[in-house]
């Protein structure tokens, strides 16, 4: 009677441990503007965000009226995004943060955006291989891209501080754009991010 009473016992509790292993791990939706923040690292909501206030802060210095004052025929200046350089102590997906400072320069409708770098190299590459694969109405016209005014670029850094099982993370992301003519700067923005993370005392 004892040794039948425990095999199923034994069973009902193998089946309980499966069961929970099985139902372990769910996944579902979130909105993508939604923060969900699991570590103190840099996320998609960081570059979103960063990329949005400096651009709007760019857009208020006073070198956009001036250009529209003296160019009323071309109010809006074209913009190039030369790079934004990581050097923090982590992986950060940079070419995502220049994306969002372009969606962010494109959506104010104040200034144009011309492609550079890789984007600019492989367009060039295109247009020249129309100039003997396409037939002449449709290819696209050498040397006849529009000059950039402005050039942005700038960088990520990063700094550290943890004792105790608390950390403190912290970014200063600079940005700079230069007048393409003059070679003067004519807007400098920083940006600071501080993240407290603190492990549990409890152990399991």
Not at 19 to 34: I, L, Y
Not at 38 to 66: G, H, K, Y
Not at 113 to 137: H, N, S, W
Request: aromatic content about 8%; overall charge neutral; some cysteine.
């Amino acid at each position: 009677m004892i040794r039948s009473f425990f095999f199923p016992v034994t069973l009902l509790v193998a089946w309980a441990l499966f069961t929970a292993g099985c139902a372990g791990t769910t996944v579902q939706r979130v909105d993508p503007t939604e923060e969900i923040a699991l570590t103190d690292r840099w996320n998609a909501t960081d570059s979103r965000l960063v990329s949005e206030e400096m651009i709007d802060d760019m857009l208020s210095f006073p070198w956009i009226s001036r250009w529209q004052t003296g160019n009323p025929r071309n109010p809006q200046p074209t913009v190039l995004v030369m790079g934004v350089r990581n050097r923090s102590h982590e992986h950060i997906a940079v070419d995502t943060f220049v994306n969002d400072l372009r969606r962010a320069m494109i959506r104010s409708g104040k200034v144009d955006f011309v492609a550079g770098g890789d984007m600019r190299d492989a367009i060039r590459a295109e247009r020249l291989d129309q100039e003997f694969q396409a037939t002449p109405e449709t290819a696209a016209a050498i040397a006849q891209e529009t000059g950039a005014n402005f050039a942005l670029s700038g960088s990520i850094d990063s700094f550290v501080d943890q004792v105790d099982g608390r950390r403190v993370t912290s970014y200063q992301i600079d940005l700079r754009l230069i007048d393409m003519t003059t070679n003067r700067e004519v807007w400098s923005g920083q940006k600071k991010i501080q993240k407290f993370q603190q492990k549990s005392r409890l152990r399991f």
